[in-house]
């Protein structure tokens, strides 16, 4: 018989293979290994990213439960394993080990209340006293204040006395930013600056990369190989578009959970998901079991002019991939990760089947890559070539010098078999954003927030001297005056944030005034909407107010120009 080793290897290099022989061995394979010791943290690791692989593209349902299954067993393995070896598979996200990661206060708070006992902030090592005592000394009473002047208590006694009962450190901390006088964005970044390294074990019934999945809907099997190329992304996203429901109450807290969860176990945080609107959560099955959610904004957090969308999407009830979509007026930008584990299965399929139900959300004819995704800030995509993961998708370069060297490189690509372009060139191709366009085009440039946001700070510098407050006072009077919005002091307050939000980028149109009244009348109803538990409402009202967006391009065409 193989040794164990032996047989992960088999498993490892079968899983991605199709048909009745390759199906034939993964059984035979799981069965073998269920009843296997492995003692090395390497192999063990290679085994549950296998088995992980499998729950979210099996052959069918025998091979599935038999994944999911050796999954259930999983942290007993890892408790078998010697100390060294079980410390290798620190930050791995596996039942049975422990991470660390400097999360956010919204996440900290989240793992707090919901894991207390397996939270805590993990202080071997950590080297940010100082930062830690010049933050308590804000947060505390007068009367306390001197404890952390020279001579003092020092911050890690008084975080002893301060302790109420059995209270950890972290949920001592957590207590003093929620009740103190820093609130708001100020706290959060107050918190975050403090970089403490959190610590978490995965114990039990803590959501672990391991034990991670939505209750699965209809399944997708996978008898043939897999789809991994030949995928024609425009032709993926003219046929029906799937039908999208909004979920509340119990469902979409446990997605939100999940979200932030899957984030959590891989060291990440998404801001969506750290602090998710849970009246604004949309689900659509794509198809080939394929489920995505997508979670917005609570109105308060959200952009000024640009809806966005955060999107968890599951294979089979196993979270695959994440990222973002925002726009408006027909215009994508969107950002995607598809988790390490899964990255051989059926990626461009699985891209094509979030954009579908994205496109549906905002009534995109226009998607953006931003260079975020493919440039030498992101080494794990330089390395990938994900350049060319949208390139084979259609996807082109939004300089028209650096497409014509990406045509040039596949040229040689297909002249010289096995040729990659060297990191220098991945570098230069990442210099610019990648578009793909859907039909026809929206007449005119498109909107940016950033070139809108250039031209509010000019008018705040030029015409209230840097005062911010009276320039939003000024603004928010007077399109209220222009609109008839007379009676906004009674409006539901997120309504009334909302469009003080946008009140002075509006209020840069420079023939508001003689807009008919009918189209004044259905900006006022986009600003509103702005407001609304979800974005749905409005980005159909913004998209259809094509007098509002020929006005905004205008703007930001005349932003363009060099800052004097």
Same mark, same amino acid.
């Given at each position: 018989m193989s040794a164990p080793r032996e047989l ?47 729950? /979210? ?7 599935? *439960? ?60 950590? @080297? ?11 947060? =505390? ?29 972290? @949920? ?5 930013? *929620? @009740?103190?006088? =820093? ?35 209809? #399944? ?31 469902? /979409? ?30 689900? #659509? ?72 139900i994205y496109r549906r959300v905002f009534g995109?004819r226009t998607i953006v890559i931003d260079r975020? $995704? ?29 497409? &014509? ?7 040689? /690509? ?91 980028? =509006? ?5 508001? /005034? ?6 004044? &009348? ?30 905004? $391009? ?11």
């Amino acid at each position: 018989m193989s040794a164990p080793r032996e047989l992960v290897a088999a498993l490892v290099a079968s899983a991605a293979r199709y048909g009745p022989q390759a199906r034939a061995d993964k059984l035979r394979l799981l069965e073998q290994l269920a009843g296997a010791r492995l003692a090395g943290a390497r192999a063990l690791l290679a085994y549950h990213e296998t088995l992980c692989f499998l729950r /979210a593209y099996p052959d069918d349902a025998a091979v599935a *439960d038999a994944a999911g299954g050796a999954l259930v067993g999983f942290e007993a393995r890892i408790t078998r394993l010697p100390p060294a070896a079980r410390a290798r598979l620190h930050d791995t996200g596996i039942a049975g080990t422990d991470l660390d990661y400097p999360f956010g206060l919204p996440m900290a708070r989240w793992l707090a209340q919901r894991f207390p006992r397996d939270v805590e902030v993990a202080w071997r090592g950590f @080297a940010g006293g100082e930062r830690v005592e010049e933050a308590l000394s804000l947060l =505390v009473t007068p009367s306390e204040s001197e404890a952390f002047t020279e001579g003092g208590l020092g911050w890690r006694r008084w975080l002893r006395l301060a302790r109420d009962g059995r209270a950890s450190d972290l @949920a001592t901390i957590l207590r003093l930013f *929620d @009740a103190g006088p =820093v609130t708001g964005e100020a706290r959060e970044w107050l918190f975050e600056s403090l970089e403490l390294p959190i610590a978490w074990r995965l114990r039990g019934e803590a959501p672990s990369r391991t034990r991670l999945a939505l209750a699965p809907g209809p #399944a997708g099997y996978h008898a043939a190989p897999l789809r991994r190329a030949g995928i024609d992304l425009r032709r993926e996203l003219a046929g029906s578009l799937p039908a999208i429901r909004h979920v509340q109450g119990r469902p /979409a807290a446990a997605i939100a959970d999940l979200a932030r969860a899957s984030m959590a176990t891989r060291a990440r945080e998404l801001h969506a998901f750290a602090r998710p609107n849970l009246a604004d959560v949309l689900v #659509a099955e794509a198809g080939g079991g394929v489920r995505v959610a997508l979670i917005g904004l609570t109105p308060d957090d959200r952009l000024p002019l640009d809806a966005y969308y955060a999107y968890l999407a599951f294979k089979n009830g196993v979270p695959v991939s994440y990222g973002a979509g925002w726009g408006c007026f027909g215009r994508l930008e969107f950002a995607l990760n598809i988790f390490e584990s899964f990255r051989q299965g059926e990626s461009a399929l699985l891209v094509s089947r979030i954009l579908k139900i994205y496109r549906r959300v905002f009534g995109a004819r226009t998607i953006v890559i931003d260079r975020s $995704q493919i440039d030498a800030g992101n080494p794990e995509a330089l390395r990938s070539g994900a350049f060319y993961f949208f390139a084979k998708l259609g996807f082109r370069s939004m300089d028209p010098a650096l497409q &014509a060297l990406a045509d040039a490189e596949r040229a040689r /690509a297909g002249r010289e078999p096995g040729y990659r372009s060297p990191l220098a060139t991945l570098r230069r191709l990442g210099r610019a954003s990648l578009i793909l366009t859907l039909g026809r085009e929206a007449a005119g440039p498109p909107v940016t927030g950033s070139a809108l946001a250039a031209r509010v700070t000019r008018t705040i510098a030029g015409e209230h001297g840097g005062d911010r407050h009276a320039a939003t006072a000024v603004a928010a009077a007077r399109v209220a005056g222009l609109l008839g919005a007379r009676d906004r002091r009674r409006w539901p307050s997120p309504e009334r944030r909302a469009f003080e939000r946008l009140a002075p980028i =509006v209020a840069l149109l420079p023939d508001l /005034a003689r807009w008919p009244a009918a189209d004044r &009348a259905r900006l006022l109803a986009v600003m509103r909407a702005r407001g609304e538990p979800g974005e749905r409402r409005y980005l159909r009202l913004l998209d259809g107010h094509h007098r509002l967006r020929r006005g905004l $391009q205008r703007l930001s065409r005349d932003a363009e120009a060099p800052l004097s």
